[in-house]
């Protein structure tokens, strides 16, 4: 290969060296030390509280630091703090154990056979389930398939998840829908896709709407950091951005999608949160592993919403600890030992340390509330199981399937039913 | 036509306030054919606006505004940009209401002008129905003049599901039967130009028997059923014209009565050939009506190329290939 740097006064006169190709690469692969001392984490309570009717353009700084509230010490700092009662935070660390036990029991039963396939929040409770706290009645959330704790938090029937994750006889959606793609229209929890991203964009409609309709319920768009690279993401900015919409724009940045890191989704960006600035929309990153600044962070952009000022973008700064699901082995891809160097630590133990620095927790009865969670886990499983699951016991009827693909069954379906034999 | 789909948005949006209307160049301006003229200084900018350029945006919007209670009737500029928008329609409205058991529906209607004869090249001519006809949870319709534009329209918009419409733009003005070479008839001297004024419906799944025959019959919609007319008016063959008007739901027994009659069957349509709706109504005539059929089924249909420029007249299906087709139809002996 010619160096052409050294050929400027050739003919050609290209003075440059030939172009190179850039890939990025996460800064560890499996066999490495994991290391995230390159990631700046800014100390608690040193991000500050603007006014939620603050301009975008003023609120630069919050799209590249990170909101946080719990300290290393477990104490509650800064001006993001006190939105929550001791009571709230109680039932707050209770429902990220609820979900870190449901999803646990979910990945046992789906290596039991008894359902197809189930994907963990393992790292990732905090986010939505403290958002939902600052959500209220009729408000919609268009979630991915990693917000359970939506439901969770916002007291839908584990039962009722469970016979969707089992396609039984009650399961709510008829045995329609691969397992964990719920739907809980009362709970303001839109129909999970399997297609990616689409759910942003519709979410900022269903903003617009409340706001055509004079209404006073906001929406709630959910992404992860992979799938904000899907022009879908791009048209739910646009839309919210130029029709102002009433909705808080949420990515879950966990660092990984599937095997990727989420360098290839973010390129040059500083952060996710940064997108949102060159759409005139205020965006703010957040500890997603702070139950207390997600929170915080959403009752801020609720606010917003519902005072007419429009959108909001929130990065949550979080890891994927578990696999990306039951058929992923990410050991193939990243250190072993990576989500235990992840510097914001583990939600529920951060919240129950916190708990306890403020004298209305402790470690006996924290053990205590394990074991009270988990049974309630598994008397909801068991009550799911008597419906069936996916392999045995009673299931949906297999003229369900042709079902509800109109309001009305046109024809050809119904000859087809016929001809089916059922 | 233009002012019959005005009129069905009118209407619409006069009778029900859940009705809102947006896209490209849609509000201030009226929408590039006129379809949406005056509708937002009657209704406010609030039912009828201006979009960004972004067809998957405009339909997801649609879809979440649908999932809140609205029925959006938002229009995409050409039928040939729909493709940016194809992951929404096809992934999204048609599935919604199946995947959610009910809880969640997409009662929206997407407005695309489509079809050729217009020079309009490759991206302001093509006729993509067969890709949503594919697509289990979407209706298909398209009309082929202003009464049925606008009955059709207003029953989309009030249908429970997600409604994809074709508008022919070739026949926007007036009917067009392949003749290019003939003065154009505006849709004031046709019978079929008379819209009234209020609400009235032309319900989905009819059919209708444009021309009646007894020599063979013809499958057609949108600017073909014309052409099929001028076919048979040219050569003589007494053809019976059915007009589906709608793709999906289908009037099969319009069809099968039809063709059980005259024992001869051919299908003209715009769009390519391959795995072209014809090809479907192929296979349902030869499943249905196989004892009765005296000749193959016959297919008119564009060649498959993309829609070229200057070979307009040579790309559509004009009468005189449907024509030859009728001759061949007929010369067949069983």
Known sequence: MTDKSANADLPDGNQYPPLKFHVPEPAVRPGGQPDFSNVPIPKAGSVRRPEVDERAETLRDLAFSIIRVLNRSGEAVGPWAGTLTDEELLEGLKDMMTLRAFDARMQMAQRQGKTSFYMQHMGEEAASCAFRKALLPGDMNFPTYRQAGLLIAGGYPMVDMMNQIYSNEADPLKGRQMPIMYSARDHGFFSISGNLGTQFVQSVGWAMASAIKGDDKIAAGWIGDGSTAESDFHAALVFASTYRAPVILNIVNNQWAISTFQGIARGGAGTFAARGLGFGIPALRVDGNDYLAVHAVAKWAAERARRNLGPTLIEYVTYRVGAHSTSDDPSAYRPKTESEAWPLGDPVIRLKNHLIARGVWSEERHKQSEAEVLDAVISAQKQAEKHGTLHSGGKPSARDMFEGVYAEMPPHLRRQRQKAGI | ?334
């Open chain 2, 1 to 334: 036509m233009i002012e019959a789909v005005r009129s069905a948005m009118d209407v619409s949006m006069e009778r029900d306030g859940d009705v809102v209307v947006f896209g490209e160049d849609v509000g201030y301006f009226g929408g590039v054919f006129r379809a949406t003229q005056g509708l937002q200084q009657k209704y406010g900018t609030h039912r009828c606006f201006d979009a960004p350029i972004s067809e998957s945006g405009i339909v997801g919007a649609a879809i979440g505004m649908a999932a809140y209670g609205l029925k959006p009737c938002i229009e995409v500029q050409f039928a040939d940009y729909v493709y940016p928008a194809f992951d929404q329609i096809v992934s999204e409205a048609a599935r919604i209401r199946y995947r959610s058991n009910g809880q969640f529906t997409a009662p929206i209607v997407i407005r695309m002008p489509s079809g050729g004869g217009i020079f309009g090249g490759q991206t302001h001519s093509q006729s993509p129905e067969a890709l949503f006809t594919h697509v289990s949870g979407l209706k298909v319709v398209i009309p082929s003049n202003p009464y049925d534009a606008k009955g059709l329209l207003i029953s989309s918009i009030e249908d429970p599901d997600p409604v994809i419409f074709f508008e022919p733009k070739r026949l926007y003005n007036g009917p067009f039967d392949g003749h290019h070479d003939r003065p154009i008839t505006p849709w004031s001297k046709h019978e079929l130009g008379d819209v009234p004024e209020g609400h009235f419906t032309v319900p989905l799944g009819k059919a209708v028997v444009r021309r009646e025959g007894s020599a063979l019959t013809v499958l057609a919609y949108g600017t073909m059923v014309y052409v099929a007319q001028a076919a048979a008016e040219d050569t003589g063959i007494d053809a019976e014209v059915i007009d589906l008007r709608s793709l999906v739901p289908l009037d099969l027994e319009t069809i099968t009565t039809s063709v059980k009659k005259t024992g001869r069957c051919i299908i003209v349509h715009e769009a390519t050939l391959t795995s072209g709706f014809g090809a479907e109504l192929a296979a349902l005539v030869q499943e249905q009506c196989f004892y009765h059929l005296e000749a193959p089924i016959a297919r008119v249909t564009g060649w498959d190329t993309p829609y070229p420029h200057a070979q307009e007249w040579d790309y559509f299906p004009g009468p005189a290939r449907v024509g030859q087709a009728m001759i061949e139809a007929l010369e067949e002996q069983p």
